[in-house]
Structure formats: structure tokens, C-alpha cells
């Protein structure tokens, strides 16, 4: 063929710099992975039995393609519960493949080509490829370890242009582990009611965060009615190969995601959901519990870094440290390559984040202290000539 096969919009998209670094550690003997956002702990077992017993019971067609009305039932009273905001289950939640096939699936529902989506960064790297596979622009507006990650609405309003059409943002963030006070959603909020913008609010990680609180953006004033609220069960549950996440929107985005998913997916898996449905009524102590592990894990790797000479801002939310490595002579690339290779310790480059992440890498403390320290001991010869 002579013509191109490839669409322009998939080949804009480059591959995913944590994907990359993943597949070069699993072919390495004797890694500590700090890599990969994915919980150490199994899926507690009562959840695990429920998806069990949905086979068993012969629970294996399709559910409807919002999801099980009673899984919806139990996610509109957990929002409640958490946030004080209020959603139809008929008409106002979906559940997803993922929180990345809700995120997809709403910027096609909502996003024109040419549209542009402005994007705080660093940011999960599905965020920009999500904006250009619905046809629209994604404009970076960057964030500093100086202001401990957090956009300004001065920043996002600098950012705006008459082709902007929504604000997409992730907090507690992937990957620097930043969490926005209520005051800084409250610019965020400010900007968006008076553009007249959509925000697209990942909060995936809205249970895991340590000596603050959560704010859903959605809970704002005047917010609900302008935020497509993203959620799911990977991170609070341990429950990443379940592939199961939602979305929580206005009635007109709801529906028109839905459509969307109803000819790609159909439905999420069954039996994921209905192990959902078990973690929304009896994993809220399996949580704190983690939480606690986490936090733990929190202080020891973000304490050993700062002592190794790797300047660490305290993390606040989520399960990722974000070192800054610059002052060692290296690129984030190169500094996460001869790590690697070397001391066999795999981190992700800070910039696979998006620009204003170089000289940084994300370190994941989701694995065990035991490696947590291993892996420490490793970067810590490893930088030691460099300092």
C-alpha cells in the first residue's frame, strides 16, 4: 500500500514510558520493581469469594450495560456517604472497563475535533492520548515541586483560549503524589464556571491519602453539574485485573458515554462486578488497613530518599514518590536506565509524564517495606559517586 494505514491521531500518541520500563525489568534477573502503580496486597477475601461465587451461581451473561443496577445502587450510596453528592443510579452512573475506558469513552462523548482540554502536568500519561484520540488538543499547564505539584487557577486560566473546552485533572496525582487543598479545587472551580468549561476529576486514588482529606471536586459548589467524576475499584480494593472503574456525570454525558460503551464493550465483566458490589459493602476495613501500609511504607521511602541525597517532596496522597535527580548530572532517562541496569532497581522517568516532570523519576512504594529498604540500599550505592 501506498497510503499510510496508520491514523494520524494514534500515531501523535508515543508509547507508554511506564510500559516500556516495565518490559525491560521483566526480562532482568534480581529486580526490585518500584515501577508499576499496582498494589502489592491480594484482593481481600471476601471479594475475591463473591466473584467466586457468581460463577458458581452461573452469573456469566451480560448485565445491563450501565452495570448492575444493584453494584450502582451501592456506588451512589458510597459517594453519599464519602462526598454528600447525590447520583441517579438509573440514570447518572456507569460502570467501565476501568477507570481508563470511562475517561476514553467521556472525552468521546464530550470532545470536538480541535477542542482543546487543558491538562495540569505532570500527569498519568493516558491523559494527553485520551484528549487526541477524541480528535482534541491537550494543553500542558505545568506544575512545580515549588508549589508541591498543585495548579493555580491563575495557571489554568492562562492556559485558556477560545477553543477550550474542559479542564482534566487527577488528584491525589499519578505520579508525583501531589493532593489539592479544598482552597486551590475551589480556583479550579472558579475558572470552570466562569469559561463555562466540563472538568474531567480522576480520583482513583481518592481513598489513599495520609494526614489530609480528600476533596471530590464534584462536591464543590456548582460543581456537580459540570464534572464528569471518575472512580473505580483497582487501587482502594487491590483490585487491578478486575478491570473494573465507573464514571459519575449529568444525566446528557452519562448517556452519551454510555452509548459509546454500549457499542465497544457492552458491558464490564460480570463477575468483576459483582466482587464490586462485595468491596463496596464490607472492604471499608481492608482499606484503612492497606492505608495504614501504605503510609508506613510512605515515610520510610520518602525519609530514606531525602537522607540518600535524592530530594523527595513529601507525598501526600496516592502510593508514589517523585525524587528529583537532575542535581546528579543525569536526564530522568538516563538516571532511570542505569539504575536499571546497574543496581537492578526499576523507576519510571520523570518526564514520561509530560515535560515538566524531567529531572525527576516516580518511585511506586506499593511493594513490600522488605524491598522498599532493599531498593533503597541499591540507589543509594548507585548515586553515591554522583554526590
Same mark, same amino acid.
Given at each position: 500500500?501506498?497510503?499510510? $494505514?496508520?491514523?494520524?491521531?494514534?500515531?501523535?500518541?508515543?508509547?507508554?514510558?511506564?510500559?516500556?520500563? *516495565? !518490559?525491560?525489568?521483566?526480562? #532482568?534477573? !534480581?529486580?526490585?520493581?518500584l515501577?508499576?502503580?499496582e498494589p502489592? *496486597?491480594?484482593?481481600?477475601?471476601?471479594?475475591?469469594?463473591?466473584?467466586?461465587?457468581?460463577?458458581?451461581?452461573?452469573?456469566?451473561?451480560?448485565? /445491563?450495560?450501565?452495570?448492575?443496577?444493584?453494584?450502582?445502587?451501592?456506588?451512589?450510596?458510597?459517594?453519599?456517604?464519602?462526598?454528600?453528592?447525590?447520583?441517579?443510579?438509573?440514570?447518572?452512573?456507569?460502570?467501565?472497563?476501568?477507570?481508563?475506558?470511562?475517561?476514553?469513552?467521556?472525552?468521546?462523548?464530550?470532545?470536538?475535533?480541535?477542542?482543546?482540554?487543558?491538562?495540569?502536568?505532570?500527569?498519568?500519561?493516558?491523559?494527553?492520548?485520551?484528549?487526541?484520540?477524541?480528535?482534541?488538543?491537550?494543553?500542558?499547564?505545568?506544575?512545580s515541586?515549588?508549589?508541591? *505539584?498543585? &495548579?493555580?487557577?491563575?495557571?489554568?486560566?492562562?492556559?485558556?483560549?477560545p477553543?477550550?473546552?474542559?479542564? =482534566?485533572?487527577?488528584?491525589?496525582?499519578?505520579?508525583?503524589?501531589?493532593?489539592?487543598?479544598?482552597?486551590?479545587?475551589?480556583?479550579?472551580?472558579?475558572?470552570a464556571?466562569?469559561?463555562? =468549561?466540563?472538568?474531567?476529576?480522576?480520583?482513583?486514588?481518592?481513598?489513599?491519602?495520609?494526614?489530609?482529606?480528600?476533596?471530590?471536586?464534584?462536591?464543590?459548589?456548582? #460543581?456537580?453539574?459540570?464534572?464528569? =467524576?471518575?472512580?473505580g475499584? /483497582?487501587?482502594?480494593?487491590? #483490585?487491578?485485573?478486575?478491570?473494573?472503574?465507573?464514571?459519575?456525570?449529568?444525566?446528557?454525558?452519562?448517556?452519551?458515554? $454510555?452509548?459509546?460503551?454500549?457499542?465497544?464493550?457492552?458491558?464490564?465483566?460480570?463477575?468483576?462486578?459483582?466482587?464490586?458490589?462485595?468491596a463496596?459493602?464490607?472492604?471499608?476495613?481492608? &482499606? $484503612?488497613? #492497606?492505608?495504614?501500609?501504605?503510609?508506613?511504607?510512605?515515610?520510610?521511602?520518602?525519609?530514606?530518599?531525602?537522607?540518600?541525597?535524592?530530594?523527595?517532596?513529601?507525598?501526600?496522597?496516592?502510593?508514589?514518590?517523585?525524587?528529583?535527580?537532575?542535581?546528579?548530572?543525569?536526564?530522568?532517562?538516563?538516571?532511570?536506565?542505569?539504575?536499571?541496569? !546497574?543496581?537492578?532497581?526499576? &523507576?519510571?522517568?520523570?518526564?514520561?509524564?509530560?515535560?515538566?516532570?524531567?529531572?525527576?523519576?516516580?518511585?511506586?512504594?506499593?511493594?513490600?517495606?522488605d524491598?522498599?529498604?532493599?531498593? =533503597?540500599? $541499591?540507589?543509594?550505592? *548507585?548515586?553515591?559517586?554522583?554526590?
Amino acid at each position: 500500500m501506498t497510503q499510510e $494505514r496508520i491514523a494520524e491521531r494514534v500515531a501523535l500518541v508515543p508509547p507508554s514510558g511506564i510500559r516500556r520500563f *516495565f !518490559d525491560i525489568a521483566a526480562q #532482568m534477573p !534480581d529486580v526490585i520493581s518500584l515501577g508499576i502503580g499496582e498494589p502489592d *496486597f491480594v484482593t481481600p477475601d471476601q471479594i475475591r469469594n463473591a466473584g467466586i461465587q457468581s460463577l458458581q451461581q452461573g452469573f456469566t451473561a451480560y448485565t /445491563s450495560n450501565s452495570g448492575l443496577l444493584e453494584l450502582r445502587v451501592a456506588l451512589s450510596e458510597h459517594i453519599k456517604q464519602l462526598y454528600g453528592i447525590e447520583y441517579d443510579p438509573e440514570t447518572e452512573l456507569l460502570i467501565t472497563v476501568g477507570v481508563s475506558e470511562a475517561l476514553q469513552n467521556a472525552m468521546l462523548a464530550t470532545i470536538n475535533p480541535g477542542d482543546e482540554v487543558i491538562i495540569p502536568e505532570p500527569s498519568f500519561v493516558a491523559y494527553p492520548a485520551s484528549v487526541v484520540f477524541a480528535g482534541g488538543v491537550p494543553v500542558p499547564v505545568s506544575t512545580s515541586v515549588e508549589n508541591s *505539584f498543585q &495548579v493555580t487557577g491563575d495557571a489554568i486560566e492562562e492556559a485558556i483560549t477560545p477553543r477550550t473546552r474542559a479542564i =482534566l485533572i487527577g488528584y491525589p496525582n499519578n505520579p508525583t503524589g501531589a493532593v489539592m487543598p479544598r482552597e486551590r479545587l475551589l480556583e479550579i472551580a472558579a475558572i470552570a464556571e466562569k469559561y463555562d =468549561l466540563l472538568v474531567f476529576s480522576d480520583e482513583i486514588y481518592d481513598r489513599l491519602v495520609y494526614g489530609v482529606d480528600h476533596t471530590c471536586f464534584a462536591s464543590l459548589p456548582g #460543581m456537580r453539574n459540570r464534572t464528569v =467524576l471518575l472512580g473505580g475499584f /483497582s487501587k482502594a480494593y487491590a #483490585m487491578t485485573g478486575w478491570r473494573l472503574g465507573w464514571l459519575a456525570a449529568p444525566v446528557d454525558v452519562t448517556a452519551a458515554t $454510555r452509548k459509546i460503551h454500549q457499542y465497544a464493550i457492552m458491558s464490564a465483566p460480570t463477575v468483576a462486578q459483582y466482587a464490586g458490589l462485595e468491596a463496596l459493602r464490607s472492604g471499608e476495613k481492608d &482499606v $484503612r488497613q #492497606m492505608v495504614a501500609e501504605y503510609d508506613r511504607r510512605r515515610r520510610v521511602i520518602v525519609d530514606g530518599l531525602n537522607q540518600i541525597g535524592l530530594p523527595t517532596f513529601e507525598a501526600q496522597g496516592a502510593f508514589y514518590v517523585f525524587p528529583q535527580v537532575s542535581h546528579l548530572g543525569f536526564t530522568s532517562e538516563e538516571f532511570a536506565e542505569q539504575l536499571l541496569h !546497574d543496581q537492578q532497581v526499576a &523507576v519510571i522517568p520523570g518526564d514520561a509524564f509530560g515535560p515538566s516532570g524531567a529531572g525527576f523519576v516516580r518511585a511506586c512504594y506499593a511493594s513490600s517495606l522488605d524491598k522498599i529498604e532493599a531498593a =533503597l540500599d $541499591r540507589i543509594e550505592r *548507585f548515586v553515591k559517586p554522583y554526590l
